[in-house]
């Protein structure tokens, strides 16, 4: 009988070693395989996606921002362009260490320090993504430096691109207004990808802001080859970008400078109409901003000197001036008359004052005018008169006169983002914004332009110019075809005893006689105006009124002038307001030389020159010397 041998340590062994080499081929086997089909799908199945990723890697693709469409005048000449320039900006979710790229960029840049506050603050609030302007119109040397520098400075970019440049600098501040970086609230509001583009800008203020849609073009865009840390190493593909339209004003761009240079060291506004057309010619607001320097972003201490300057230069007093019109408004009051059917040969005795309903009130020349028929009273601006007249028929038909022409009007249609529209009063409008009831002296403030009535100058051309047209005249700023104007249905025989006490106000015996033009056979017409902005007591008026030159800037009258040229056949409207320059003295004489410029440039440039020799400079020359004044006053840390 045959026992069999158990199984020795070495079989055992074998057959377990065997067993699990088995096993672990299998596994190698069952991975290798899956790591192969892997591979395949990578390759073949998603072998465009890779390649797309690892493309991306190697190419950077960016867009180019547009260039914005120019703004021309009515002879094409540009007031708004573009012009090649280097800048710098910050892409916040690239920096690493923003204090240290700032500390770096100030030094290679010579920022001052409230430049580098201001770029702090710029990159507190602005979006992860959303590019920060350091500089711009940067010097080749300097951006030269930015760009050896740039694996130091992660987060910064260099670009060459194109800046706004408005060649007549503060003249054309308040009209065109200026461009700047894209805030984040305006990217959150639209969320349109291209306002997260480095070096693009848009409209903030005025006519770049009501036309930017119009303005701003298509991008462009570059596809460059880089590293691995973002250097470019070669641009492969650029496809340049599309130029905005370009839109041509009616705005005459000399007599706009020369308006703006003309106010001097004045602060207020010259609006001058085409009477026919209604076309906005100038519309100058003084002492203004450099709107080349807000669209690079002013510092701190820019902004400092115009938010405390008393005159207000970051006001456009055009559209937010609204003023008391004084005697400019006598022609229309005189039309309200002679529509109620007063007849213009009837007289009143001006003795310098006169009671009504218990009140004294007084004429502007203390003794009087004496005898005054309704020419007389507009061209030597008899208050007396208006007071009598204006109690007779009452305040309504002065009120519904003053609408017609176009004060306390909002112009429709008007390229403008605000137009303060002040007050035309009457019984309703007293109850419903005093809850009182309409007193006398209300009418007799009124009529001549006090009281309750306040204008803006855009207001006062428009009303001269329906005037001197007798159309219900529009004001326009973008030159198209002309529609005609709407007639203001006024007998025409009212307009011509009206006229001829404005034309008596600069050419017979009126109160602006040295506004006469010194031309031969062109006659300006017009009707002088003071507004009080403080009320004379009874005590100064015992002791003598003091004169507006011994009163505080802010206490002195506000002069203003309207008028129209030539007279026989108008066709420029010229207002003009000067705040606090003690009277219509001021405001004539710019009156007279604007309209001149128009028909002899030369002479009115010759007197131009002579009045800046004495107001020490130009526009550029006066602000460069008020802010260097204002660093003097101010106290340094």
């Given at each position: 009988m045959c026992v069999a041998k158990p199984p020795t340590n070495k079989r055992i062994l074998e057959q377990q070693f065997s067993r699990r080499a088995t096993i672990l081929c299998a596994v190698q086997l069952g991975l290798g395989g899956v790591l192969a089909g892997r591979l395949a799908w990578?390759?073949?199945?998603?072998?465009?996606?890779?390649?797309?990723?690892?493309?991306?890697?190697?190419?950077?693709?960016?867009?180019?921002?547009?260039?914005?469409?120019?703004?021309?005048?009515?002879?094409?000449?540009?007031?708004?362009?573009?012009?090649?320039?280097?800048?710098?900006?910050?892409?916040?979710?690239?920096l690493e260490d923003a204090d240290k790229v700032l500390k770096q960029l100030a030094e290679l840049l010579d920022l001052s320090a409230d430049e580098t506050d201001r770029l702090k603050t710029d990159l507190e609030q602005a979006l992860d993504h959303q590019p920060v302007r350091v500089?711009?119109?940067?010097?080749?040397?300097?951006?030269?430096?930015?760009?050896?520098?740039?694996?130091?400075?992660?987060?910064?970019?260099?670009?060459?691109?194109?800046?706004?440049?408005?060649?007549?600098?503060?003249?054309?501040?308040?009209?065109?207004?200026?461009?700047?970086?894209?805030?984040?609230?305006?990217?959150?509001?639209?969320?349109?990808?291209?306002?997260?583009?480095?070096?693009?800008?848009?409209?903030?203020?005025?006519?770049?802001?009501?036309?930017d849609e119009h303005l701003t073009g298509k991008p462009g865009a570059r596809r460059a080859e880089v590293t691995a840390t973002g250097k470019v190493v070669r641009e492969l593909e650029v496809r340049s970008d599309t130029i905005g339209k370009s839109v041509q004003l009616t705005i005459d761009g000399?007599?706009?400078?020369?308006?703006?240079?003309?106010?001097?060291?004045?602060?207020?506004?010259?609006?001058?109409?085409?009477?026919?057309?209604?076309?906005?010619?100038?519309?100058?607001?003084?002492?203004?901003?450099?709107?080349?320097?807000?669209?690079?972003g002013i510092s701190q201490f820019e902004w400092d000197m115009l938010s405390q300057d008393e005159r207000v230069p970051l006001r456009n007093k055009t559209l937010q001036g609204l003023y008391p019109p004084g005697s400019t408004i006598k022609p229309i009051t005189a039309l309200a008359l002679l529509n109620e059917n007063i007849d213009p040969d009837e007289t009143v005795l001006c003795t310098g004052r006169i009671n009504i309903a218990g009140g004294t009130f007084h004429c502007w020349r203390r003794s009087g005018h004496g005898v005054v028929d309704m020419n007389r009273a507009i061209a030597e601006s008899c208050d007396i008169y208006f007071y009598v007249m204006g109690i007779r028929v009452g305040i309504q038909p002065i009120a519904d006169m003053a609408r017609r022409f176009g004060l306390g009007e909002r112009f429709l249609g008007l390229p403008?983002?605000?137009?303060?529209?002040?007050?035309?009063?009457?019984?309703?409008?007293?109850?419903?914004?005093?809850?009182?009831?309409?007193?006398?002296?209300?009418?007799?403030?009124?009529?001549?332009?006090?009281?309750?009535?306040?204008?803006?100058?855009?207001?006062?051309?428009?009303?001269?110019?329906?005037?001197?047209?007798?159309?219900?005249?529009?004001?326009?700023?973008?030159?198209?075809?002309?529609?005609?104007?709407?007639?203001?249905?006024?007998?025409?025989?009212?307009?011509?005893?009206?006229?001829?006490?404005?034309?008596?106000?600069?050419?017979?015996?009126?109160?602006?006689?040295?506004?006469?033009?010194?031309?031969?056979n062109i006659k300006l017409a017009g009707k002088t105006g003071t507004a009080q902005v403080r009320r004379i007591t009874m005590a100064e008026r015992r002791r003598g009124v003091r004169s507006n030159a011994s009163l505080p800037w802010k206490q002195r009258d506000h002069g203003l002038f309207v008028g129209y040229a030539p007279v026989h056949r108008p066709r420029y409207t010229v207002a003009v307001v000067i705040e606090h320059g003690g009277g219509s003295g001021a405001a004539y004489p710019i009156a007279s030389d604007t309209p001149l410029y128009l028909f002899d440039e030369r002479q009115a440039m010759k007197r131009l020159a002579s009045l800046e020799n004495g107001w020490g400079g130009g526009i550029e020359e006066r602000m460069a010397r008020e802010a260097a004044e204002f660093v003097a006053r101010t106290p340094s840390d």
């Open positions: 990578l390759a073949i199945a998603e072998n465009q996606k890779w390649q797309l990723l690892s493309e991306s890697n190697r190419l950077q693709l960016s867009l180019i921002p547009p260039r914005r469409g120019l703004l021309l005048d009515r002879t094409g000449v540009p007031l708004a362009s573009n012009k090649s320039v280097f800048m710098i900006d910050l892409l916040p979710d690239r500089a711009s119109d940067v010097e080749w040397d300097q951006y030269a430096a930015v760009n050896v520098r740039l694996p130091d400075l992660p987060g910064v970019s260099p670009m060459r691109g194109f800046s706004r440049h408005y060649p007549a600098g503060a003249a054309t501040a308040h009209l065109l207004g200026y461009v700047g970086a894209p805030s984040r609230e305006e990217y959150e509001k639209t969320g349109d990808p291209l306002l997260m583009v480095p070096g693009m800008q848009v409209g903030k203020d005025m006519l770049e802001k009501t036309l000399g007599l706009q400078t020369y308006a703006s240079r003309r106010l001097g060291t004045q602060s207020g506004s010259v609006v001058v109409l085409d009477a026919v057309t209604g076309g906005v010619l100038a519309m100058a607001s003084m002492p203004a901003y450099d709107p080349n320097s807000f669209s690079d403008v983002p605000y137009q303060y529209y002040g007050t035309v009063p009457d019984p309703a409008w007293k109850r419903r914004r005093y809850n009182e009831p309409w007193e006398a002296y209300d009418t007799v403030n009124a009529t001549i332009g006090q009281g309750y009535l306040l204008a803006n100058p855009l207001q006062l051309a428009v009303m001269t110019a329906r005037l001197a047209a007798g159309e219900k005249t529009h004001p326009k700023l973008l030159a198209a075809k002309e529609a005609p104007a709407a007639p203001l249905e006024i007998d025409p025989r009212m307009l011509a005893i009206v006229r001829q006490g404005m034309e008596d106000v600069v050419n017979g015996q009126g109160t602006a006689t040295r506004a006469r033009l010194p031309l031969p």
